[in-house]
């Protein structure tokens, strides 16, 4: 059964972070602090990523989700100061989430949950997969021709255009 | 356990071990005691820090700087400390107290965990993570979030000007520092900042890869705030920047928090460009790596402070157009032109293997000559500037003939 360590733990710890951040961010009055919120539930995932061996992806987790996302949003709610005490916790289109959130609830828990977990039971403490991937290998794997390179130059083109639209609109007209 | 006791200061556990201790026990302390030490160096080193920084400051002034308090003042930094615990603790009307309070803690934490991945000789290493420098590059930017949260809480529209200033600054100037770190990752092929040390036992990146070195050691003095980069405090405009608002110890947390910054980014330089812990005799008595960084790391800090006390501040304008126009184009130049070099010493079979100061002088050769090209056509490039600059201005004071005469030509 389920073995109390270290790992099962801080599995919960980052669950708690996770579960609770985002609670915060949906029943918060403020806005900032929907948005402290969201870092903190961001950071729990980023602790998953060190749980399952995956120390890159919980830095780019940080790097990306935090330092860059979760600024953004802190630096828009910031300009708007009338955004910081919300009465209204629900806006008008509830009606609408609530059928959606349900839906991909079912899609998460049907596609992620039974596979693993399956209508036999739980299938052992075998992982999924016993391939164990460095940095390296997710660094060869983005510009191997067999895998991910075309998704990998597709993106930096698309990133690239951004930028560059970003220029254009920020420019004077002269 | 496949370490074996040689001494008590490199091999605890192992010592603790043969000395008949349990070995979970025996790891475990060793552990804790890293963690102690790594968690209370940088705290016992800020108050000293303060010391120098002011005594330096003030022979560059040319005055005395503190020295009443103690032998040549030494003692200065622990009244300082007292004095800044009985100020009164405000928070202003208005603030959001939770963040208001959560700030100094932030922007001193996220400093402190920096440490954990320093390595401070061949086997001392809080944690040799794999990624040790995406570490920490993302705990340099949560450093963006206490900036934020600490103007915004504080419900003072100067601390909110002042904050949005910084973040535009340690946003833009994270751009050169990743890519000039990005140099380091392509000539050893590892993120680990042991593994980055131990490549430099030939010979150090600075020699190298210099120009990947000024641009982080700049865009860093930019992230820690200090002049000529210091628009984060500018007295003169903003009063004192995002902590306007915060007093007492509160204040201490962000002061503290900002010197031990610049001598962490001392630390990183020194391991990455200035071979760490490197230094004669270093692999027979690996303790010996403490003295070695803590020199070549008091020699970076010293030169900061000098940068900081002899350099005028820029303005916010010019600050950003040296990234935008000159650090970011000037970084991506130095890596692509180091990575072009790096493939073509490889191609010609003289990347060194065993890593010795001779096998690495061709490698290091070529390199320096690229890096002094790149240099070459900055300068020139600078120079055709000024020129046509030059020549505008002197057309403007033709038009319209202003009181004092400039004369033609340089």
């Known amino acids: 059964m389920l073995e109390i360590n270290g790992q099962t733990i801080a599995f919960f710890v980052f669950s708690v972070f996770i579960l609770g951040g985002a609670l915060g961010v949906v029943t918060s009055h403020n806005l900032i602090h929907s948005a402290l919120y969201l870092i903190l539930s961001l950071f729990g995932v980023a602790g998953f990523f060190v749980l399952l061996s995956a120390p890159f992806l919980a830095a780019v987790q940080v790097l990306v989700y935090i330092g860059a996302i979760a600024i953004l949003i802190i630096f828009s709610v910031m300009l708007t100061r009338s955004m910081t005490a919300l009465r209204q916790v629900r806006n008008q289109q509830w009606w609408l989430a609530l059928p959606v959130v349900v839906l991909l609830f079912a899609l998460l828990a049907v596609g992620v949950i039974l596979p693993v977990w399956g209508a036999e039971g739980l299938i052992g403490s075998e992982p999924v997969s016993d391939i164990v991937a460095t940095t390296a290998d997710l660094g060869v794997a983005l510009v191997d021709g067999n895998q991910y390179v075309l998704p990998f130059e597709v993106a930096s083109v698309l990133l690239t255009a951004a930028m560059i639209g970003a220029i254009v609109v920020a420019r004077d007209d002269e | ?410």
């Not at chain 2, 600050?319 to 130095?334: D, H, Q, R, T």
């Not at chain 2, 493939?343 to 096998?359: K, S």
Request: charged share 15%; net charge neutral.
């Open chain 2, 1 to 410: 356990m496949e370490t074996q006791c040689i001494d008590i200061v490199n091999t605890l556990a192992a010592c603790l071990v043969a000395g008949g201790a349990d070995p979970n026990l025996a790891n475990f302390l060793s552990i804790l005691m890293g963690v102690v030490l790594v968690a209370t160096l940088p705290l016992v080193t800020v108050i000293l820090l303060i010391w120098v920084e002011r005594k330096v400051a003030a022979r560059i002034q040319d005055r005395i700087g503190p020295n009443r308090v103690g032998p040549y003042g030494l003692l200065q930094p622990v009244a300082d400390a007292l004095k800044m615990l009985t100020k009164e603790d405000i928070t202003p009307a208005g603030a959001d107290r939770f963040i208001y309070n959560l700030a100094p803690i932030i922007a001193f934490a996220m400093i402190i965990l920096m440490w954990a991945v320093i390595p401070f000789s061949p086997v001392h290493v809080g944690a040799d993570l794999s990624i040790g420098i995406l570490y920490f590059i993302a705990l340099g930017s949560i450093g963006t979030v206490k900036v934020m949260v600490g103007g915004w809480s504080s419900n003072n529209k100067y601390a909110l000007l002042g904050a949005f200033r910084t973040i535009a600054l340690l946003l833009s100037y994270e751009v050169p520092l990743i890519l000039a770190l990005l140099v380091p990752v392509l000539m050893t092929g590892t993120m680990s900042l042991q593994d980055i040390t131990f490549a430099q036992g030939g010979m150090w990146f600075i020699v190298t890869a210099p120009l990947a070195a000024l641009i982080f050691l700049i865009a860093n003095q930019a992230e820690t705030g200090r002049a000529p980069f210091d628009l984060i405090e500018a007295e003169s405009e903003l009063i004192a920047g995002y902590n306007i608002e915060y007093s007492g110890f509160k204040f201490g947390m962000f002061m503290a928090g900002e010197f031990l910054h610049v001598f962490t980014v001392a630390v990183l330089f020194s391991v990455l460009f200035l071979g760490g812990w490197w230094g004669p005799g270093v692999e027979q008595a690996p303790a010996l790596g403490f003295i070695y960084l803590g020199a070549k790391t008091a020699l970076v800090y010293l030169a900061l402070l000098w940068v900081r006390n002899t350099l005028p501040r820029f303005r916010v304008d010019q600050v950003m157009a040296l990234n935008w126009k000159v650090m970011v184009p000037g970084a991506i130049a130095v890596l692509l032109a180091q990575a072009l070099a790096l493939r073509v010493i490889d191609a010609l079979g003289l990347t060194p293997v065993r890593g010795g100061f001779v096998e690495s002088l061709p490698q290091t050769v070529i390199l320096l000559g690229v890096n002094l090209v790149l240099v070459f056509l900055f300068l020139n490039q600078v120079r055709r500037q000024g020129r046509r600059q030059r020549a505008a201005d002197l057309a403007v004071v033709g038009e319209t003939r202003p009181v004092v005469s400039v004369p033609a030509g340089d």
